[in-house]
Structures are given as structure tokens and as C-alpha cells.
């Protein structure tokens, strides 16, 4: 694997996974919608697109899609797809200890085996 | 506990209709791009193509779709954890695999039936972990 391949394959794990946790930090500050009623989802979206966590969020995953773009220009979706699978483990240590959420033993079970199941489903 | 049940049943049905509508909608874009046709990448072929996906009325659909899913995203986010719901969404996979064959009549590889069916149990012991263990949030 060449240098750049690796080096844009980070880029997409890492800030996918930066901009979904900020997102989501974002979102646990707005609060959740008391009843899930139309007029109470527009005030929550009012509400969550004026805080900066999403407004951070969103160039950090347009980042990491347009450079998956680049990567599917250089390599196949059998190699882009299976590697960024890496982004469900980055993603679970993110929450662990960023957001800090109990990633308890059964739920990283369950994080490996998609892992495994994203990579297995796209390099055969 | 009923409370824990509630939040529970709540998270669930609404990571489920969110998945359901991110997988419909990117069958729709499928939908939409198949009757625009393969993209030619010169210039004015370009805008052609353009012009075909923003009066497609399948390429609407798949975006509405899209954003629908994304704003129960944001939702969901909002109370439930994000190691929690960022593993389940890949149950995506299987809804595009699934609809793939039966509406788009792709050919699915046994390889990717077997990804499939991992990421489907992986999915379902994250389901059953306390979707939000954090509440130190405001």
C-alpha cells in the first residue's frame, strides 16, 4: 500500500469519526425532543443547527467523503471499503473516551464483528 | 426499568426507521442514475447529466430520503449513545444488499451474504447494550 493510500485512508477514518463525535456532542447539549411530534423535531432542528459542534461536524465528514472519493480514484472499493471499516473501532475508542459512553464488553463484540463483517463482505 | 425499556424501545424504532430510510433512499439514487445513464465526464456531457439528476423526480426522492434519515440521526444522537447508534446503522448493509437483489436485480457474491450475516449479529449484540449509559449531559 502506498504512502498517500495510507495517508488519505487516515484522513477519512479520522475525521469521519471527529466529525460524527462532535456532531453527536453537539446533539447531547441541544437535548432531545421532549415528544417526537413535527413541531418539536423543527424546534430540536432549529436548535441544533445553531450550535458550532455541528457546524464543525459537517466539514470534517465532507472532508472525509470527498477523500474517499479521491481514494476510490486510486484504489478499488475491495481495498477503500474494508480498510475504512477501521472507523467502526476508531469510533467506539472515540466515544469511550471523548464522549465518555460504557463501550461494555458485549458492545465491542459487537463493534469487532461488524468490523469484520464490512471487511469480509467487500475483499471477497 | 420501564423507563430504561422506553428509552430503549424508543432508540430502536427510530434507528430503524432511519436505516430503512438512508437504504431506500440511496436505492432511489441507484433508480435515478441508472435511467440518466452511465456519467461521461467531458464538460458539456456533464451538464447534461446535471440537468438530468436535479429534474429527476427518483434523485428528489433518494435525497429526501436521505435527509430524512439524517435528521433522525441528529435525533437519535440527542439522547442515545454514539457507540450505540454509529455500529447499529450498518444494519444498512444488509437492507442494501437485500434490496438490491429484489429491486435492482444485482447479483449479491456469497462473500458479501457472509459479511452480511456477521455484521447482523454484531448489530444485534450491540442492541442489546443500554443504548445511552452517559447522562452527565445537560
Same mark, same amino acid.
Given at each position: 500500500m502506498s504512502i498517500r493510500i495510507a495517508a488519505f485512508l487516515a484522513i477519512v477514518i479520522f475525521a469521519s469519526t471527529a466529525g460524527e463525535i462532535s456532531i453527536t456532542y453537539g446533539m447531547k447539549n441541544v437535548g432531545e425532543p421532549h415528544r417526537l411530534l413535527p413541531r418539536e423535531i423543527f424546534e430540536f432542528l432549529k436548535r441544533a443547527?445553531?450550535?458550532g459542534w455541528f457546524w464543525l461536524g459537517i466539514p470534517l465528514m465532507t472532508m472525509s467523503f470527498y477523500a474517499t472519493l479521491v481514494l476510490l480514484s486510486w484504489a478499488p472499493v475491495s481495498l477503500v471499503v474494508p480498510a475504512t471499516a477501521l472507523s467502526? *473501532?476508531?469510533? *467506539?475508542?472515540? *466515544?469511550?473516551f471523548i464522549l465518555k459512553e460504557r463501550v461494555s464488553r458485549m458492545r465491542w463484540a459487537g463493534v469487532g464483528l461488524v468490523c469484520l463483517g464490512v471487511m469480509l463482505a467487500w475483499t471477497g | 426499568?420501564?423507563?430504561n425499556r422506553s428509552v430503549r424501545a424508543k432508540t430502536?424504532? !427510530?434507528?430503524?426507521?432511519?436505516? $430503512? &430510510?438512508?437504504?431506500v433512499g440511496d436505492i432511489f439514487l441507484k433508480l435515478g442514475m441508472r435511467k440518466i445513464g452511465s456519467v461521461n465526464l467531458a464538460p458539456e456531457? !456533464?451538464?447534461?447529466?446535471f440537468r438530468a439528476t436535479v429534474t429527476s423526480g427518483m434523485i428528489w426522492l433518494g435525497i429526501l430520503c436521505l435527509l430524512s434519515g439524517f435528521v433522525m440521526y441528529l435525533m437519535v444522537l440527542s439522547w442515545a449513545d454514539y457507540s450505540y447508534v454509529m455500529p447499529s446503522t450498518s444494519f444498512g448493509y444488509a437492507v442494501v444488499a437485500l434490496l438490491s437483489v429484489l429491486i435492482l436485480r444485482e447479483n449479491v457474491t456469497l462473500a458479501r451474504w457472509a459479511?452480511? $450475516? !456477521?455484521? &447482523?449479529f454484531g448489530v444485534t449484540l450491540v442492541g442489546r447494550t443500554e443504548p445511552r449509559t452517559n447522562n452527565r449531559f445537560p
Open positions: 443547527l445553531r450550535t467502526y *473501532a476508531v469510533g *467506539a475508542l472515540g *466515544a469511550k | 426499568m420501564s423507563a430502536f424504532s !427510530l434507528v430503524v426507521l432511519m436505516v $430503512l &430510510c438512508s437504504s456531457a !456533464l451538464v447534461t447529466t459479511g452480511v $450475516l !456477521l455484521i &447482523c
